[in-house]
């Protein structure tokens, strides 16, 4: 679904009026996702994510190295509106990307614009509220909604877009927790039924733990890749860069490093109670006896 | 320090969208607290910190600040913003200055400071904030995020408040950044004895920071206490949609599963002795 190839992005910096410098914000980044995985891109402030997820869908294009999506190279300009039709983003701050007066019409607003028939955006309009759950709000302004509800209105309106990929850049920052599981429970709905790719930028380690594949990124390089028992394994790479990982995976790494025998990584809380108690209960305890 | 006793209000009074946003709240604040104020959007949050200041004017309902009720028609308003000091959501939204040093300035000039007195005021602020006399004179737009939101913290600071209020000062920062900002935070409540009022979603960092919670929902105060007593009401806070810590979900978990804990734990830490102690006693830990 996305190929990227020794991709190099460098953004230029104006000292002064006339004086100039360039920044390299991403460096060698090669990167394939399979077409329906769900793909969690951690990483710090500056790190290179977003800048990342705007050469997805052509707002950025490489200095170097290559971006294809489905097969085209993001460079060919007679692919662009293809390319942009099947990568859809959603960024951190719902009230920033919302434009229409009614839920329905601001979903309405991809289609519309990419010329198809009344009925056809009307369908795809219904089909993306009832995805996202708020098609009995089809009629309310956008702007009574709460934050979660707002951001899964901006999912919906990427979603009429028809695109086989989403982009989402931090889309929980701003939102209180009962509105976080809303929209990550949509996220993991779209992609484990729908089969949308999924890219997820987040500074929460908690909503990873489900990606099929987790990229690690440092001063615009990918420092790791894989699956979140690998990334987990070893939290000493997560600390190093200063990220968080789960309270539990965290308490599991400190209780083996006092001799408890843990099996890690823990990566969520049933799986922590479950090892809790298989030691509490179980023979492994006695051989210490 | 301050008190607030059965605050109303209620937005666009008369109207078809009249709603009551604030219902009979009382609590205090003391010097050197640490509050976290959580409930879910919508609940009222961003509206009663407007009262602490006197942004918002209750319907009904007093607030008292070092004795002196803020509604008096001869209380001077502009002496409680000095005192009391908010900071917005993204607070780096509002830096406009041409230099850094303006920006922080630009507060105590207009409570009246001379020029030296703010210049002295807002370079110890920044001092305090990590952002070194290299920076006094670049454009605070040239700056990274959390160097921004470090900057338009110390614009508030610079104003010598006795109570900084925060809504969710770490949206949006990575956890580095948010870890910096909160140990920032904590470090002028000590050095300065100041209360700190912290709105967030995030309970994990309430739990970790603040030694007081109080939860509103739905415009009334539901619930108040220490971090423990508030947090280890795990049913209740899910009830009325909130979260609580996920190490506090957990070990709320071993206990229903049997494991002889007194209460479910509120920080990684606790949980790590909590569960040393317990399998020590088990008989089977060294």
């Known amino acids: ?289 | 320090m301050m008190k607030v006793e059965h605050l109303k209000f209620t937005y666009a009074k008369k109207t078809v969208d009249e709603c009551r946003v604030l219902n009979d709240i009382s609590f205090s604040v003391q010097e050197g607290e640490f509050i976290g104020l959580i409930g879910s959007s919508g609940s009222g949050k961003t509206t009663l910190i407007k009262h602490l200041n006197g942004l918002l004017k209750a319907d009904s309902g007093t607030v008292y600040f070092q004795g002196q009720n803020i509604y008096d028609k001869k209380y001077i308003l502009s002496k409680l913003r000095k005192e009391v000091g908010l900071v917005f959501q993204y607070p780096e939204q509002q830096l406009f200055g041409k230099t850094v040093l303006a920006d922080v300035c630009f507060g105590p000039l207009n409570l009246g400071m001379t020029k030296e007195e703010a210049e002295k005021s807002a370079k110890e602020c920044l001092e305090l904030v990590g952002i070194g006399e290299a920076y006094y004179y670049t454009s605070p737009f040239d700056l990274s995020g959390g160097q921004k939101r470090c900057v338009a913290i110390a614009g508030i600071l610079a104003m010598q408040p006795k109570i900084l209020v925060m809504d969710e000062p770490a949206a949006g920062l990575d956890p580095e950044t948010k870890y910096m900002v909160f140990e920032l935070v904590e470090k002028i409540r000590k050095t300065r004895n100041i209360a700190i009022v912290l709105v967030s979603h995030h309970m994990e960092d309430v739990a970790r920071y603040a030694n007081k919670v109080l939860v509103l929902h739905k415009g009334e105060l539901v619930l108040s206490g220490t971090t423990e007593e508030v947090f280890t009401k795990t049913d209740f806070l899910r009830q009325i949609g909130m979260d609580v810590p996920q190490i506090t979900s957990v070990t709320e978990k071993l206990i229903q599963a049997g494991v002889p804990m007194t209460a479910p734990a509120t920080s990684v830490k606790e949980a790590e002795d909590m569960i040393m102690k317990v399998l020590r006693e088990r008989g089977g830990m060294k």
Not at chain 1, 219 to 247: C, N, W, Y
């Open chain 1, 1 to 289: 679904m996305i190929n990227i190839k020794n991709l190099v992005h460098r953004y230029t910096i104006w000292e002064s009026d006339t004086k100039k410098s360039k920044k390299t914000v991403l460096d060698d980044v090669t990167l394939d996702i399979s077409p329906g995985q769900m793909v969690a891109v951690l990483g710090p402030n500056g790190s290179g994510k977003s800048t990342l997820a705007k050469h997805l869908n052509v707002l950025l294009l490489p200095d170097e190295g290559t971006v294809w999506i489905d097969g085209k190279d993001t460079k060919d300009v007679s692919a662009l509106w293809n390319i942009r039709s099947n990568v859809g983003m959603v960024f951190q701050n719902p009230d920033n990307q919302i434009v229409g007066t009614s839920v329905e019409e601001d979903v309405a607003f991809g289609p519309e614009n990419k010329n198809l028939p009344s009925e056809v955006i009307q369908e795809r309009v219904a089909d993306s509220l009832r995805a996202v759950g708020l098609l009995h709000k089809r009629k309310s302004s956008p702007f009574r909604l709460s934050g979660g509800q707002k951001q899964r209105v901006a999912i919906a309106g990427a979603l009429a877009g028809a695109p086989k990929c989403i982009v989402l850049d931090e889309p929980t920052a701003m939102l209180d927790p009962a509105a976080r599981k809303e929209v990550i429970n949509v996220i993991n709905r779209l992609n484990k039924e729908a089969g949308i790719t999924i890219i997820l930028i987040t500074h929460h380690t908690d909503e990873v733990v489900g990606a099929d594949k987790i990229i690690l990124m440092n001063q615009g390089h990918i420092i790791r890749e894989g699956t979140p028992e690998e990334l987990f394994d070893d939290i000493s790479i997560l600390k190093a860069v200063k990220m968080d990982v789960p309270q539990v995976t965290e308490l599991a790494w400190r209780l083996k490093s006092r001799g408890v025998p843990i099996r890690t990584p823990v990566l969520t809380e049933d799986q922590f109670a479950a090892e809790m108690m298989r030691i509490y209960n179980g023979d492994t305890i006695r051989e210490d006896c």
